[in-house]
């Protein structure tokens, strides 16, 4: 499938939702398909303000990752960028920061990176932070000196692709991992959002119970759709 492309910025990234199916709602012809932002579900009634009200908020325990985000925080410091807030909040509670492996249908999981260099541009970084259980598609967080954070995607496993290109030539490496990011979500918040919802709405639609009442937020998930397929 095409994608759009991103015209917010100095590097114009393609856009683009990689996800699964959701039943009958939306089909996919393999594991993972490259969806249309604007034919996602808005998300504006949500009201997404960077403290995971909707996943009940943090609940103040340290995580695993404590100690890594405060490596990743130094290094970016040194480059004269920082993480936001939503996701330094997420990574650092021992409870938000389980969610989104907790709910993959596809075995996605939780795999933070040391900071990576963009491919793309100068003076950007990326923070690899979850990743398909065959590396079929990796998300990033995405961060560039003008404090703009988002998320892509890509299939290439960017920190090990930078270590071979440091031995082989960098030059054909950065063409095609610069090639390959897609930017899925404005803020990491908005990426979780998505990732969590149409985990849970795939598990409700497959399961037994596939026609009983769905929680408030995945039933206005599947209304947008239900709506365009009406």
């Not at 325990?61 to 404590?66: F, T």
């Amino acid at each position: 499938m095409s994608v759009a492309v991103s015209d917010t910025a100095s590097v114009r990234f393609p856009t683009g939702w990689c996800a699964t199916d959701l039943g009958r709602f939306r089909p996919c012809d393999s594991t993972y398909e490259v969806y249309p932002l604007d034919s996602l579900p808005p998300l504006d009634a949500v009201g997404l303000d960077g403290g995971f009200g909707w996943l009940n908020g943090a609940c103040g325990g340290p995580s695993e990752y404590a100690a890594h985000l405060a490596v990743l925080e130094g290094e970016l410091a040194a480059a004269g960028l920082t993480l936001p807030p939503d996701f330094a909040a997420f990574y650092r509670d021992e409870r938000l920061c389980r969610a989104l492996d907790e709910v993959s249908v596809t075995a996605c999981w939780t795999d933070l990176s040391p900071v990576l260099r963009s491919p793309a541009e100068e003076g950007a970084r990326l923070v690899r932070f979850l990743r398909d259980q065959q590396d079929c598609v990796i998300w990033y967080l995405y961060l560039r000196p003008s404090g703009e954070a988002f998320v892509v995607c890509s299939h290439l496993e960017l920190e090990s692709a930078e270590a071979w290109a440091a031995q082989e030539g960098a030059d054909g490496f950065r063409e095609a991992a610069a090639g390959s990011l897609i930017r899925c979500a404005g803020s990491f918040e908005e990426f979780a959002y998505r990732f969590v919802v149409e985990n849970e709405l795939w598990m409700q639609l497959n399961s037994a119970d596939s026609q009983g009442r769905l929680a408030p937020r995945l039933q206005a998930y599947a209304d947008h759709y239900a709506a365009t397929v009406a």
